[in-house]
C-alpha cells in the first residue's frame, strides 16, 4: 500500500510540474485597455505596444455604450480617417469577446468621431499561432519572440481549462489516497 501512494505522489507531481508547459501554449485572452477597458481615458497605442496577438487569441471589449459604439473596419484609410460609414461589423452592447482566428491586421474604432478622433482607436495584427523551430544541427534554437506575459489579471490572462481541471483532480486523489 505504501508503494501505491509513492507512485500517485509521483504521477501527481509529474502532471503539476509539465502542466504549467501545456498552459503556456494556450490562448490569450487581452482585455482592451486594461483596467479601464475601452474608454475615452485609456491609452489605447500604450496598452497594445509590445503586446503580442496570434491566432487563436480573443480580444474582450468592455465599454460604455453612451460613450459610443465599437466598429470594426476594413481598411488603414477608414481607420485613419475614423470613418465608420461602412464598418464590417458594430459592436452594439457594451461587452464583447472577439476570437483571432486568422492572420492579418484588424481595425477597431470608435463610432462616436470625437472619441476616435482622440485615439480611442486599436489596430491589432494578428500573428500566426506561436510554434518553437528547433534544428538539432546548430547549437541555437530560434523561438518566435513574444511579449511579456501581463502584470494583472486585468490586462490579458492565459486560458487554463483542461489543464487545472486535470491538476486539481489529480490533487483531489492523491489527498484521498493519503488519507487511507
Known amino acids: 500500500m505504501e508503494m501505491g501512494k509513492g507512485i500517485i505522489f509521483s504521477v501527481a507531481l509529474m502532471v503539476m510540474c509539465l502542466g504549467g508547459k501545456w498552459v503556456r501554449a494556450a490562448q490569450v485572452h487581452h482585455v482592451v485597455g486594461g483596467d479601464r477597458g475601452w474608454d475615452p481615458t485609456s491609452d489605447l497605442v500604450s496598452w497594445s ?3 503580442v496577438f496570434r491566432v487563436g487569441d480573443q480580444i474582450w471589449l ?30 452594439t452592447e457594451g461587452l464583447h469577446t472577439i476570437p483571432l482566428e486568422s492572420e492579418g491586421i484588424r481595425y477597431f474604432v470608435s463610432s462616436e468621431p470625437k472619441n476616435c478622433k482622440n485615439g480611442l482607436k ?33 490586462s490579458g490572462s492565459v486560458h487554463y481549462g483542461h489543464n487545472t481541471m486535470l491538476m486539481l483532480v489529480v490533487i483531489f486523489c492523491v489527498i484521498i489516497s493519503l488519507a487511507y
Do not use: Q, W
Open 49 to 51: 505596444s509590445g503586446r
Open 62 to 91: 468592455t465599454y460604455s455604450v453612451a460613450e459610443g459604439l465599437v466598429a470594426e473596419l476594413k481598411s488603414r484609410e477608414e481607420y485613419e480617417a475614423c470613418d465608420v460609414s461602412n464598418p464590417i461589423m458594430m459592436y
Open 122 to 154: 486599436l489596430h491589432v495584427e494578428v500573428l500566426p499561432k506561436a510554434t518553437p523551430i528547433t534544428n538539432t544541427k546548430t547549437k541555437f534554437s530560434t523561438l518566435p519572440v513574444e511579449a511579456a506575459e501581463p502584470t494583472s489579471p486585468s
